[in-house]
């Protein structure tokens, strides 16, 4: 399958302030990335499709005004969490679309810490 | 009820057990299933995909699908220490994103 990485693996960072996570997919031109966050225990929520090239779609109940996604290459998603609070921490996590839909590709995640 | 019901356990078997992890779902329109192994802190790795009902198996790894029962299986033989992490389902109507359940928390004890 498709390796995808991911930068920070973790980050903390202060109530306010904004972090920028980066996507990158090493052997395979993604059109198509999804960002996933997790919380503990809890199963992955799809926040938003990130399109190279294009705007991103986002899931219902997700802020596109806070959770700013770019993807300007084939190989390059980025996700900013705007003006972070304490209830954004979480994990992180994209994936790369294969041939189908259905078959995707997980980068290690990010683990968000807000102070 | 949601769309993807999956225990979360967790589940604790004796190294060399036969493991069995199921998940429930209501979309009929769902004809992809997934099984997702993720280590602590680490991504999701696929490990078998299925299409529409039957069996597949690979290696000690056998999953299964009953779409007249809305029931997804996944089966581990000779369950190795190795094998404990978080496995979640996930399926897909085909061109829909994946819908993932909660995982189920497996360890394997030596």
């Known amino acids: 399958g498709a390796v995808v990485s991911q930068h920070p693996s973790r980050v903390i960072c202060k109530s306010g302030t904004s972090v920028k996570i980066e996507c990158r997919s090493l052997?395979?031109?993604?059109?198509?990335m999804f960002w996933y966050r997790q919380f503990p225990k809890q199963s992955l929520m799809l926040m938003a499709t990130?399109?190279?090239?294009?705007?991103?779609?986002?899931e219902q109940g997700v802020e596109k005004d806070k959770f700013l996604i770019n993807h300007a290459s084939l190989t390059l998603s980025t996700l900013t969490v705007t003006s972070a609070h304490p209830e954004d921490s979480s994990f992180y996590i994209c994936?790369?679309?294969?041939?189908?839909?259905?078959?995707?590709?997980f980068g290690p995640g990010t683990r968000l810490t807000v102070t | 009820q949601k769309e993807v019901e999956q225990d979360p356990g967790p589940l604790s078997v004796p190294e060399g057990a036969i493991v069995s992890l199921n998940c429930t779902y209501s979309?009929?329109?769902?004809?992809?299933f997934m099984w997702y192994r993720q280590y602590s802190r680490k991504g999701p790795e696929l490990l078998m995909y299925?299409?529409?009902?039957g069996n597949k198996e690979d290696g000690r790894f056998t999953a299964q699908v009953d779409k007249s029962s809305k029931y997804i299986s996944l089966f581990i033989r000779d369950s190795q220490p190795s094998d404990s992490a978080t496995y979640l389902c996930?399926?897909?109507?085909?061109?829909?994103?994946?819908?993932f359940g909660k995982g189920t928390r497996l360890s394997v004890i030596a």
């Open positions: 994936s790369t679309v294969g041939t189908n839909l259905y078959e995707q590709y």
């Open positions: 052997d395979f031109q993604a059109t198509t």
């Open positions: 990130s399109n190279e090239g294009s705007k991103a779609t986002y």
């Open positions: 979309n009929s329109a769902f004809q992809y």
């Open positions: 299925t299409y529409s009902s």
């Open positions: 996930a399926m897909s109507a085909g061109n829909t994103p994946l819908v």
